[in-house]
């Protein structure tokens, strides 16, 4: 879970250098936040299997809570992620739009 969170910590960092672009750069920013969105799609079998391993762990109450409470953490931040980066290509491709 840890290597899973790493990866998106650096996914945010990536789509923290793209926040802020100039008119100039939306074509290129938009193709920076799709890369990033299909990364984040194809990563989705590496959620599942984090879920599929939590789920077989044979672990003491204390240890299970804790777990559960890493991993809806876990699936917070994925969920957000991904929501960001829709809405990022959608302002972008609004601002394509108008222009």
């Known amino acids: 879970m840890d290597d899973f969170d790493n990866w998106m910590d650096q996914l945010d960092t990536s789509v ?5 672009v100039t008119l100039a750069e939306i074509d290129s920013a938009l193709q920076s936040v799709h890369t990033l969105l299909q990364e984040h799609s194809e990563k989705q079998p590496a959620f599942n299997a984090i879920y599929e391993e939590v789920k ?3 672990c003491s109450p204390e240890e299970v809570s ?4 890493t991993y809806s953490k876990l699936v917070t ?3 957000v992620q991904a929501k960001l ?3 990022s290509l959608f302002c972008f491709n609004m601002v394509l739009l108008s222009i």
């Open 16 to 20: 923290g250098q793209i926040d802020e």
């Open 77 to 79: 931040k994925y969920q």
């Open 66 to 69: 804790s777990l559960n409470e």
């Open 85 to 87: 980066y829709i809405s």
């Open 56 to 58: 077989k762990l044979g």
